[in-house]
């Protein structure tokens, strides 16, 4: 079956809301009608950059980028925010072909990295990044907190 991949375009948010929903129920969330409305102000203002993987079925994959400026290099990265197929279609190729695009959209742009963080368990999407030339960065560690939550201030 062949697979084509395209940018999302605002009268595509319906076509993604079921698969956006699978991949945050993935990622151990509730399903919610915020879901949706996130999905199309983020492809609706440019704040990112959505690709579909479609068969003659419909959706079976997306990717979502950002840009994140590199002030060490005086650039700018992509960063994958979201990479998800749906479990009918895995094997396919469909994971590479969004992947291969992303890579192509960074190139054309002059993107100086392409960044992706993955859930350490996550064995086929290391498999997938690593035979597209990433590479694992153990001098980098991630650090989170959530605003407001009183750890946040100089004093506290």
Request: aromatic fraction near 8%; charge should be negative; hydrophobic fraction near 40%.
């Amino acid at each position: 079956m062949n697979i084509d991949i395209a940018h999302a375009m605002p009268g595509d948010v319906e076509d993604f809301v079921d698969l956006f929903e699978q991949y945050r129920s993935f990622c151990g969330k509730a399903p919610t009608p915020d879901a949706r409305t996130f999905l199309a102000e983020r492809i609706e203002t440019g704040q990112t950059l959505v690709l579909g993987a479609r068969d003659s079925v419909g959706v079976v994959g997306f990717a979502q980028v950002y840009r994140a400026f590199d002030s060490i290099h005086l650039t700018h990265d992509w960063v994958i925010a979201d990479l998800f197929v749906d479990g009918a279609a895995r094997g396919r190729r469909v994971g590479g072909s969004l992947l291969e695009a992303v890579l192509d959209g960074a190139r054309e742009n002059g993107a100086h990295h392409v960044r992706v963080s993955t859930q350490s368990n996550n064995a086929y999407a290391h498999r997938l990044y690593e035979s597209h030339g990433f590479e694992q960065l153990d001098v980098m560690t991630s650090q989170v907190v959530q605003p407001g939550d009183g750890r946040d201030s100089a004093d506290g």
